[in-house]
């Protein structure tokens, strides 16, 4: 280590036609030279140019790189090279470089704009062909789940149901509660000034139980669930298990996907009720600290003013959800290929779409009830 | 073969959680040697060379590297140490986001500050040296072989010019002629770049083809550090189990008869 701490960095001097190099030439004390070594071999004008190497002290192939570079600038103006002073070591690493050194092929060229878009759209064209034969994948396994019940994983559905429903109620919950008393205040400022304080109760179970709850619990779900998904079946797929299960004859959508969907049908709506409830307590412990409306006026202003109707309506979203969000993660994850990267990329396009799928979905079913007339 | 030792394993004890791999277990790699180790399955022959990178770290013993105890380094001694060595993992541990080229090149460009067109072009070197074809060093690693990708691994490993080369299995899950070339390609690396090698290899072929001397470990100990035409008549019932298989023998018979 001592001798390291001592060596120069490599250097050249030049003194007409002779270039005297010192210094060690490896690849820690090179970095210099390599960037400025070339500004001053401009100045050479002779044609018949000697390397000295009398005062190189070590030399490993990152120098004997270089200097082939610097031999090879010379060649390439028809100028004649000799070597003086290099031992037998030297020689035998310089001449590897020149026997072993390979050009780097040309990458392909990006190209033009218009082909890109081409090439993008067919692409999008494709994965949509992928998703829909996933689909129908999807939907013949689940018909061999309707024909023959016993077929269904039960313990793996009630295993999902812990880990995406059960798990998740702590988060959904505290979440919900905060958005309750968020739109208790918001709503509650602007009544009280009309002196009708108590229709926060009608809006308050209006807005929760229709949009908010299950907007937010499927938003929330789709963060932790749809990216869990992906990711989990991303990496199976870069491992090769889901190449071992599809060898062994087993059906991976039916032992991978089908649980994950069903698990989530049941436990979406579920955790969407406990976000009601935790929503209207938020809004019923806000209104009571700001309007003074006691918690038993509350309720019982609830139970005359917002319909059963309206908690069905609300539900009615959530099975929808849990299928978008359950296909488009594990579509996702079975789409992963190459490496680590893509799994990332992977698992943020599944919360990505689910998210904008989500919003597009309830954006649906409002104008499917303004048309019902509900 | 005066100099002192490039490596100096010095009463290592490893445990992981009850069990207990190695036991006061001494280990001297000399400069410019080509060093296996092998032993049954268990054995911490890995662990050995991981513990050596900083990777694991033994409950007891020291570990001497170029003259300097690796654990009273300082972080800053540490990086220069792991400069010096170079390491190809059992798997290739290429990283799968970058290309082959790029992940020739990405150890110049982290630790060095040279012109870009030379990091290129010792990139591409190292690939030659590596017998890595040149019209595939832009494909990614999910697009390679498991030949191809030992020998990008291994160009990987020696970009920086190390003086000390650990190689993890470097023939596992080749075919015989692959196997075979990476061999030679140890042997070639070896001389002409004035390297030390430490492998960890179940191949007996290449134990006879390409080390200078074999280190057996077994009773979480070394048993016996000979070259192999020593080894193989040693008397302890493990290395008689290892080596008196029909399977090691064909490789020595081979040996015996590519030799006259």
């Known amino acids: 280590m001592g001798t390291a701490m001592l060596q120069q960095l490599a250097d050249i001097a030049i003194d007409n036609d002779t270039i005297f190099c ?3 030439w490896t690849v820690s004390h090179i970095a210099w030279l390599s960037k400025h070594a070339f500004e001053s071999l401009q100045t050479i004008s002779q044609t018949d140019i000697t390397l000295d190497l009398s005062h190189v002290t070590h030399f490993d192939l990152a120098g004997a790189c270089l200097l082939n570079d610097i031999a090879s600038f010379f060649k390439n103006q028809n100028s004649v090279v000799h070597y003086r002073c290099i031992d037998e070591r030297q020689d035998e690493l310089l001449s590897l470089v020149t026997e072993r050194m390979q050009a780097e092929p040309a990458t392909i060229p990006l190209p033009q704009f218009l082909v890109r878009l081409g090439m993008k759209t067919h692409k999008a064209w494709l994965q949509m062909l ?10 013949q396994s689940l018909s061999m789940w309707f024909r023959f019940p016993k077929r269904i994983r039960w313990q793996e559905v009630i295993h999902q149901i812990e880990i995406t429903g059960y798990q998740a109620m702590g988060i959904v919950a505290l979440l919900s509660f905060l958005i309750g008393v968020v739109l208790a205040y918001q709503m509650g400022t602007q009544l009280q000034s009309y002196g009708a304080g108590i229709y926060v109760v009608d809006l308050l179970g209006l807005s929760l139980l229709r949009e908010f709850s ?14 869990a998904f992906a990711a989990q079946l991303g990496t199976m797929k870069l491992n090769e298990e889901i190449d071992a299960l599809q060898t062994l004859g087993v059906d991976a959508t039916e032992v991978l996907v089908l649980p994950k969907l069903l698990g989530l049908i049941i436990a979406l709506p579920l955790l969407t009720v406990l976000a009601m409830v ?8 806000m209104s009571k600290l700001m309007l003074g409306i006691t918690f038993v006026d509350f309720l019982d202003r609830f139970s005359s003013s917002v319909s059963a109707q ?26 992963v290929s190459q490496g680590a990267a ?3 990329s992977r698992t943020t396009m599944s919360v990505v779409q689910c998210i904008f799928m989500i919003i597009t979905t309830d954006a649906v079913f409002s104008v499917i009830y303004s048309m019902l007339g509900i | 073969m005066a100099d002192e030792a490039i490596v100096d394993f010095q009463n290592i004890t490893t445990r992981f959680g009850q069990q207990i791999v190695h036991q006061h277990l001494n280990l001297t790699v000399k400069p410019r040697e080509i060093l296996a180790i092998v032993g049954g399955s268990g054995t911490g022959k890995t662990t050995l060379l991981r513990e050596l990178l900083f990777l694991n770290r033994p409950a007891e013993g020291n570990i001497i590297a170029f003259g300097e105890s690796i654990y009273q380094a300082t972080s800053q001694q540490v990086m220069k140490l792991r400069r010096r060595m170079g390491m190809m993992f059992q798997s290739g541990a290429l990283f799968s986001s970058l290309t082959v080229l790029e992940n020739i090149c990405f150890p110049l460009r982290e630790l060095t500050s040279l012109d870009e067109k030379l990091i290129v072009e010792i990139a591409m070197l190292k690939a030659g040296m590596a017998s890595f074809p040149a019209d595939a060093v832009h494909k990614y690693p999910a697009e390679l072989s498991g030949g191809m990708i030992k020998r990008a691994a291994l160009a990987r490993a020696i970009a920086l010019d190390p003086e000390l080369l650990l190689l993890d299995e470097p023939t596992a899950g080749l075919d015989p002629e692959a196997a075979n ?7 070639a690396l070896q001389q002409a770049l004035d390297l030390t090698i430490i492998m960890v290899t179940h191949d007996v072929d290449t134990l006879w083809q390409a080390t200078d001397r074999v280190a057996f470990l077994g009773d979480k100990k070394v048993l016996a550090c000979e070259p192999m035409t020593a080894l193989v008549r040693h008397s302890h019932p493990l290395i008689e189990a290892y080596f008196g298989n029909p399977r090691a023998r064909a490789a020595e018979h081979s040996h015996e008869e590519t030799k006259a």
């Not at chain 1, 938003?219 to 669930?225: D, E």
């Open chain 1, 22 to 24: 010192h210094g060690a």
């Open chain 1, 130 to 139: 992928v998703f829909l034969s996933f689909f129908g994948q999807m939907v």
């Open chain 1, 214 to 227: 299950p907007l937010l619990t499927a938003i929330i779900v789709a963060g932790r669930t749809g990216a």
């Open chain 1, 278 to 285: 935790a929503g209207v307590f938020g809004g019923m412990l």
């Open chain 1, 310 to 335: 309206t908690l069905f309506l609300g539900e009615l979203k959530t099975p929808f959800f849990a299928v978008l969000i359950a296909l488009i993660g594990c579509f996702q994850g079975f789409q």
């Open chain 1, 342 to 344: 893509s799994v990332g």
């Open chain 2, 181 to 187: 070339s990476i061999d030679e390609l140890v042997l």
